[in-house]
DNA sequence: AATCCAATCAACCGCCATCTT
DNA sequence: TAAGATGGCGGTTGATTGGAT
């Protein structure tokens, strides 16, 4: 008797997530708390595996993550966990607040490997690597080190402190990114709030900033519509998620607001 | 303007660890 | 103690983007 497969492959959507989708999940878990995984695309009307649904939660929907790329002090410190770590991308990711384990190591596989390689620094083993003309070129390396694949980096910096939150590039999800401008204080509730988990920076700073004053959304008018609907995650920041009644506690890890 | 190609990153897959019964 | 259920992790893939030609 083998083990049973984390949800049924048929009848099960796949690929990137629309705004439709990301608006019951979002609302899912605001009003029950994040609950069993596997429960959660039929709780929350989704054609999705539970799997997937916590994927987009703690990646990607998550209300601490920071947004942009990694700073310089946060890729050194990445780098340093590296060495003493290996490849344990969520040991890393506790490291730094607001990241996640799969950010870091797209980043690590991107950006920092090629680096180290340029540097002549073998990526696995943090030593100098034995053949290396690059050990011997390391200066120019400092100065051009990512010349190619960073300059994107370098550029997104420059622009505007971090790159943009990617935007789904169907046009059907883009419905709920907001541009520049966008007027929050209008419009359904929950899509406000989709929007706003969705684009706008959200370091535990801002939430904490926003849920006390509502000053981040500098044109929003008297209190926002989801008053009081974001207390459970101020709480979820504190001391672990799930103050909510349906939920299991027991189930609940978020010990150190970043490992939820 | 069209095509190619490398870079990026969201999402998936399979496996493992832990919990529950 | 065994077996199943669930969550989490790390590796990999594939769609998309944007620069180069």
Redesign the pocket.
Known sequence: ?G??P?CDKQGVK????TAEEDKKLISFILTHGRC???AVPKLAGLLRC???C???WT??LRPDLKRG?LSADEEQLVIDLHAKLG?????IAAKLPGRT???I???W???IKKKLVKMGIDPVTHQPLANSKAASSQSTVTDESAK???T??ELSLKEGSH?EV?RP??SSEQSSWPESGTNIGSGDDLELLVDWLSGADLSIEAWLNFAGSNNELGNVEGPLPWDGMTDWLLDYQDFGMCSSNSVND??I?GSNGS??
């Open positions: 008797m083990r049973q984390c796949r690929g990137p997530w069993c995984w596997r539970g799997k997937s916590r994927l987009r990646n990607y790329l490849n344990r991308w969520s040991k384990d799969n950010e190591k797209n980043h596989n991107t950006h190619s694949s960073d994107r980096d790159r990617p590039t169907d027991s189930t890890q490992n939820f």
